[in-house]
């Protein structure tokens, strides 16, 4: 076992972990957000997506050690009190979700590329959520949201 | 995941020593190959060394008429690097596309190398440009650096610190990516360098990644399309899996070929 320390969602955090605890686990066990979650085990679905250091990632393809001294922001961290981020808000009002399960992560995705990316079309944002797969929406919904937040936050 | 310890490493001289200490140990770079292979038990590695947080080993540099770019630089970097669009816009191209925004922005130029992946992107343009292959003990050519599927001139301890690439007169990657994983079905890398020309074929090789000397000839007399649509790889040569047979690669990348070339004019 090692100790693993980092700051999540504004809050230093360390912990025990193995060599082999994926990030995805530490932030789900150790430190109970089960916001981030585990949709695969082959690196492709996205639901797991946090930042690190200002970066989209996938939690669940990178070590807890990996992360050491890094800063992160999951799910949780988005809100701030009873105001939901403007993203979360969006998916909110556009109904980009159904069952849930993708949305922690298709938020996370979709905070980096507003950031990232100025003047967002569908084109770009469909490509930029290669990484990021959904079983119910058809993803009309996720798009959608994804342009109405960009719209509505200042470059 | 089987037990195993992880060390993050300061120097490339250090992640030598540990890595020569012990066959089982192994490297990690973004971790975006390994990491899903641990999770199936395909490996079993003592102690993973984390060479990601080198210094030495995350930069581009463009010196005279060459990029230079460290092999634990990300994909999203080389994506974004301004000396990347302005000398080399096809490997721009090429590392924005590989994976999705998350891979890219872990994933590694040299753990792609390392891997040889055959439907890998980074084997195409390296080949393709002829880039030199840096290592901690040698320099070694693109040719005989690519020796087979997953397989690589690189011994057990030996680490990819850089790789160097020529300003080409003109290159460029089209890839006809498998729609689930985005990985090539068949990618094709043309390039006019001051020495040669050259055409690399990823994800279709039985062997990986591969030049097609026929094509690269034909070029040579006329730099056109229609000079390369023309031209058919050998099926025996090809893969055939689910998602494709040898006949609709080797169609590919006549096609694919034909639209790499049409993107250099
Ligand atoms: C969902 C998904 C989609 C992807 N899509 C694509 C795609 O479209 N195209 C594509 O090309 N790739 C794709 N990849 C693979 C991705 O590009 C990986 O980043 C790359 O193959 C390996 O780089 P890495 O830094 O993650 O290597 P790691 O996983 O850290 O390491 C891979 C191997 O290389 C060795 N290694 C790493 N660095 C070095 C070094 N400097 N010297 C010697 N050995 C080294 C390691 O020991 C290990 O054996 C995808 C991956 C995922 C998860
Ligand atoms: S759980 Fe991370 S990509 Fe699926
Ligand atoms: S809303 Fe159910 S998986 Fe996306």
Redesign the pocket.
């Known amino acids: 076992m090692a100790l693993v320390s980092m700051t999540v969602n504004g809050k230093a955090v360390s912990g025990e972990v193995e060599g082999r605890t994926l990030l995805v686990q530490f932030i789900r066990e150790n430190l109970a957000l089960t916001g981030t979650h585990v949709g695969c085990d082959t690196?492709?679905c996205g639901a797991c997506v946090i930042h690190m250091d200002g970066k989209a990632v996938k939690a669940c393809?990178m070590l807890a050690l990996q992360a050491e001294g890094s800063t992160i922001t999951t799910i949780e961290g988005l809100a701030k009190g009873d105001d939901l981020h403007p993203v979360q808000q969006a998916f909110k009002e556009n109904h980009g979700l159904q069952c849930g399960f993708c949305t922690p992560g298709m938020i996370m995705t979709a905070v980096d590329m507003i950031d990232r990316i100025p003047n967002l079309d569908e084109e770009t944002v469909r490509a930029e959520l290669e990484?990021n797969i959904c079983r119910c929406t058809g993803y009309q919904n996720i798009v959608k949201s994804i342009l109405d937040a960009a719209e509505t936050t200042p470059a | 995941m089987y037990q195993f310890d992880y060390h993050r490493a300061q120097t490339v001289a250090e992640a030598a020593e540990l890595l020569a200490a012990n066959d089982e140990n192994?490297?990690?770079?973004?971790?975006?190959?390994?990491?899903?292979t641990l999770k199936q038990r395909l490996a079993m590695p003592a102690t993973l060394i984390d060479?990601g947080n080198i210094a030495d080993?995350n930069f581009i540099k463009a010196e005279g008429n060459a990029i230079t770019i460290g092999?634990?630089t990300k994909?999203a970097d080389v994506a974004s690097s301004p000396d990347v669009a302005k000398h080399l816009p096809a490997l721009a191209h090429l590392a924005a596309?590989?994976?999705?925004p998350a891979?890219r922005n872990?994933?590694?130029i040299?753990?792609?190398l390392?891997?040889n992946?055959p439907?890998?992107?980074?084997p195409a343009a390296a080949l393709g440009l002829d880039a030199k292959i840096h290592t901690n003990k040698r320099l070694i050519d693109a040719d005989p650096y690519f020796t087979g599927m997953f397989e690589t001139a690189?011994e057990e301890d030996?680490?990819?610190?850089e790789v160097t690439f020529p300003h080409p007169e003109k290159a460029a990657y089209v890839k006809f990516?498998n729609p689930a994983?985005?990985?090539?079905m068949v990618g094709v890398f043309v390039a006019k360098t001051p020495i040669d020309i050259r055409v690399a074929v990823t994800g279709a090789g039985a062997d990986g990644v591969f030049r097609m000397k026929e094509m690269e000839d034909a070029l040579s007399s006329n730099w056109s399309p229609d000079t390369v649509t023309g031209i058919k790889v050998p099926e025996d040569d090809l893969l055939s899996d689910l998602h494709g047979a040898a006949d609709y690669r080797s169609h590919l990348i006549s096609v694919m070929a034909g639209r790499a070339v049409a993107a250099t004019m």
Do not use: F, M
């Not at chain 2, 192994?26 to 899903?36: F, N």
């Not at chain 2, 030996?158 to 610190?161: F, N, P, R, W």
């Open positions: 690196s492709q393809t990484g | 192994t490297l990690i770079a973004g971790g975006q190959t390994l990491i899903p060479i080993l092999a634990a994909h596309h590989i994976g999705d891979v872990r994933g590694t040299g753990g792609s390392a891997n992946d439907a890998a992107d980074y690189l030996e680490i990819i610190t990516p994983s985005r990985y090539a």
